[in-house]
């Protein structure tokens, strides 16, 4: 049985790949985890069709999560087309639908090939996106991005931009070895973006 969607916290998260293009050192794919304390197996089988994907969420009780957030073990924004075909067929089927967020590492651009973030206009509430660190040394040493600076570059852009389209526009960061200075370098960088900041708890299973 593949894990599409699971629930988490009252939101529902819908788990549409497994690719990625980082190698966080903190993920939970190194471990040998299938899963997280958020689902069993989040290992895909394949990656689902966007018809097999509207048809898990079809079966769900949509209006009564908090929020429906694109996240999953991989990059979500590998399917960007996807995620917009589905938002945009849930939005027509489903009066109260809830808030919309994808997770991120903020590389969509350097994926795609474009700039991405104009689409998300009227269909995604929330983009939260990794920051992992307040210099590029320090982001390319824990998230380890194929690209490497150019993966930091391509992060504050699309964070940069992504601003002028979506509500709320988040950076995280996971506490573990932050000091109090580095969590606030993170944060006035986060904010100079127009973004704003959340600290993460570090979850070692």
């Known amino acids: 049985m593949m ?57 769900r009780d949509l209006p009564s999560y908090r929020e429906l957030v694109f996240c999953g073990f991989g990059e979500p924004m590998f399917r960007t087309d996807d995620i917009l075909w589905l938002v945009d067929r849930l939005k027509e089927e489903v009066p109260g639908l809830p808030p919309v967020r994808i997770n991120t590492n903020g590389h969509a651009n350097l994926i795609q090939g ?22 590029a040394e320090e982001y390319c040493a824990v998230t380890q991005p194929k690209d490497g600076v150019q993966g930091w570059e391509a992060m504050l852009d699309f964070t940069r931009r992504a601003t002028a389209y979506v509500p709320h526009v988040v950076m995280t960061i996971v506490d573990k070895d932050k000091t109090p200075e580095e969590i606030q370098r993170c944060r006035t960088l986060a904010e100079s973006l127009g973004a704003r900041l959340r600290v993460r708890a570090y979850i070692p299973e």
Do not use: M, Q
């Open 3 to 59: 894990t599409i969607s699971y629930e988490y916290e009252g939101a529902l998260y819908v788990n549409l790949t497994n690719r990625c293009d980082c190698a966080c050192v903190f993920c939970l794919r190194h471990n040998g985890h299938k899963g997280s304390i958020y689902a069993d197996d989040l290992w895909l089988e394949h990656e689902p069709t966007r018809e097999e994907a509207l048809d898990d969420l079809r079966k």
């Open 114 to 135: 474009r700039d991405v973030t104009a689409d998300l206009a009227g269909r995604i509430d929330t983009v939260s996106i990794s920051l992992n660190g307040s210099t």
